[in-house]
């Protein structure tokens, strides 16, 4: 639905036709990459095997009071010594895994085909190198937790993964052998983060990791074909993540309230917009689906984008909410700088070119062309979920 929207809003632009160039260059480099799964690293620290995906949690630090004691938490402040390699891992064969699958989309060049289904076998299919269906030990505190349920955030990069195996299908490599054996990971995987007591915690989140846990489970449903979780995400985008997360003005005021509100907004719209596209269907666009207010993505694309234009507006005009808990009367706090990196953001946010596409924003697919398409900070990655745009559009 969104892209025969597009047609009509957008005459003179083509997703596809435009972001060839982009990525016929990088596929060329990703069909050399060989596979390389999370069982080549492995956390010391983890209660978790060789199969299993371990991360630990970012603002976790050494009690500086007593080096032995369990962690404590400094919001925002990412800490260095923490297990990454497993998230580097998963990052690194999105990107390529991504590439290649889009390339084909656009080509329909067998050898990105038969390139990416290498990455699927080697992550969810072979028994020697597959990731195991779960995320038992993912955000991991030591002296507090072996995993928690936000963890599940970790995966987010899976839902692109997710379609671009349906991108796949028809290509001579995805086999329909193969195809079954991947789609019943995800089917799987989803089974674990719908009924597990950590995927249902994070179901319930109130945030960006409550979107992220949509964001999942809508692509895996999709995948799989299950009507039931579909039908059941489009509820929780309209009902739940848009009248409890946005302002009336479009804005997200629990992510203003964070040590990185700038960042936390980008990552939030990106996530709850690309929700809409990948639910969308004939006679039912989400990007433009509005409550009783007013409130809808095309909104919050709106008073998020004159902000990745000029970030500097940003700190004179947005405020942080004021806590409930306040005198009446108290004026709202100016924005600062977020806490790590501020001057990263922003790139080639997915939600400028999905809100352009619905209301045919020409200025907005102008933005997003000029801003970078493939960043190479790491932090920036972990948190672009939605590296080909393309993949996106049915």
Not at 21 to 49: D, I, Q, Y
Not at 84 to 107: C, E, M, P
Request: glycine share 6%.
């Amino acid at each position: 639905m969104l892209a025969f929207l597009a047609l009509l809003a957008l005459p003179q632009f083509d997703l596809a036709t435009a972001e060839r160039p982009r990525l016929v260059p990088a596929a060329e480099v990703s069909v050399r990459v060989e596979p390389k799964t999370l069982v080549t690293a492995r956390n010391p620290r983890s209660a978790g095997g060789l199969h299993d995906f371990s991360s630990e949690g970012d603002y976790w630090w050494p009690d500086p009071k007593n080096p032995d004691a369990p962690y404590i938490q400094r919001d925002g402040l990412t800490n260095p010594d923490n297990f990454v390699a497993h998230r580097q891992l998963l990052l690194s064969f999105a990107r390529d895994f991504g590439i290649l699958s889009a390339a084909y989309k656009v080509t329909h060049e067998e050898r990105y085909a038969a390139a990416a289904v290498r990455h699927l076998q080697a992550w969810f299919v072979d028994p020697a190198t597959k990731m195991n269906p779960n995320l038992l030990y993912s955000q991991a505190i030591k002296g507090r937790s072996t995993g928690r349920s936000i963890g599940v955030i970790d995966t987010v990069h899976l839902a692109e993964v997710a379609l671009g195996v349906e991108a796949l299908r028809g290509s001579q490599a995805l086999t329909p052998a193969a195809d079954a054996a991947i789609t019943s990971w995800f089917r799987e995987y989803l089974s674990w983060i719908r009924t597990h007591p950590y995927g249902v915690d994070e179901s319930n989140a109130k945030n960006n990791h409550g979107t992220c846990w949509t964001l999942q489970a809508a692509c895996f449903a999709r995948l799989a074909g299950d009507t039931a979780v579909l039908a059941e995400c489009r509820q929780r985008l309209v009902t739940s993540h848009l009248p409890n997360q946005m302002a009336v003005d479009g804005s997200f005021p629990q992510e203003l309230a964070r040590t990185k509100p700038y960042g936390y907004s980008i990552f939030n719209l990106d996530v709850m917009t690309a929700i809409a596209v990948a639910l969308s269907r004939p006679g039912d666009d989400l990007m433009n689906f509005q409550l009783a207010d007013g409130r809808s993505l095309v909104r919050g694309v709106a008073f998020l984008a004159p902000f990745l234009a000029d970030k500097n507006a940003w700190l004179k005009t947005a405020r942080k909410p004021v806590p409930a808990t306040a005198d009446p009367g108290t004026a709202p706090e100016p924005i600062k700088p977020d806490v790590m990196y501020w001057d990263n953001w922003p790139v080639r946010q997915p939600a400028l070119i999905f809100g352009a596409l619905a209301a045919g924003r020409a200025d907005w697919v102008e933005l997003w062309q000029k801003l970078d398409a493939d960043p190479t900070i790491e932090e920036v990655r972990r948190n672009l979920p939605v590296r080909q745009p393309v993949l996106w559009l049915r």
